[in-house]
């Protein structure tokens, strides 16, 4: 089927895209014009995809660009020597980071311990949000520990309910709960389409994974 540009001269094809244009930025001001409030964000990283960390890392970094103050605290990869937490060790003014895991829950396979870790983790991880000086606050891989009932789901969903009003919280990981799915502000499920591991047996690499 011919679209209907196909017959057009370059003229009335330009003046056609120009009026097009046009439109869609009226229609999109209006909308902008419309939504101007702002408030603190309850923000998920979920799904089988790579990339969940990684994005929220990207706006801690950026956040940082516009002077927040940010809280991180790590569940899981406490262990693991990361890019991101050498370069936001630069930031001691700035940056409170917590790296309190100790591995995934197949290389401990202690469940007391896990269990342990992850209420240390989670108590710090509230202290920082309830602490109006934080902007922003990243709970790296927290889905992990709810979804192996380390930590009571209803304390998790309580405290994200009645944190500051201006506070932003990122929670990463696989599996995010239907309930933080329920009260979260912007959800992100990453999709798995590819993977170096599974299709080539690549490792895990310094500056991609780490």
């Known amino acids: 089927m011919a679209k209907k540009t196909d017959t057009m001269t370059d003229d009335e094809r330009n003046a ?11 229609a999109r001001d209006k909308l902008v014009a419309a939504n101007q409030g702002e408030k603190g964000l309850i923000i998920v ?5 790579k990339g969940k960390s990684t994005a929220a890392f ?31 060790g630069h930031f001691p003014d700035q940056v409170t980071l917590k790296a309190m895991g100790e591995g995934f829950t197949w290389e401990t ?27 922003m606050v990243l709970l790296d891989e927290l889905n992990i520990c709810l979804r192996y009932d ?9 405290t ?23 009260i979260a502000d912007l959800v992100t499920e990453m999709t798995l389409v590819k993977h170096p591991f599974r299709e080539q047996g690549i490792k895990a690499q310094a500056g991609i994974e780490f």
């Open 16 to 26: 056609y895209h120009a009026e097009k244009m046009r439109k869609k930025k009226a």
């Open 45 to 49: 990283h979920t799904g089988k995809g």
């Open 58 to 88: 990207g706006m801690v970094f950026r956040g940082i660009a516009h002077g927040f103050k940010v809280g991180v605290v790590q569940f899981v990869k406490g262990k693991l020597t990361t890019g991101e937490r050498d370069i936001l």
């Open 109 to 135: 396979q202690d469940r007391q311990r896990d269990l342990a870790a992850a209420r240390q983790a989670w108590d710090a991880a509230k202290a920082m949000i309830m602490d109006e000086s934080y902007k």
């Open 150 to 158: 380390y930590l009571p789901l209803e304390e998790v969903v309580e």
């Open 160 to 182: 994200l309910k009645t944190k500051p009003a201006d506070t932003h919280v990122i929670i990463t990981g696989r599996n995010a709960k239907d309930e933080l799915i329920e």
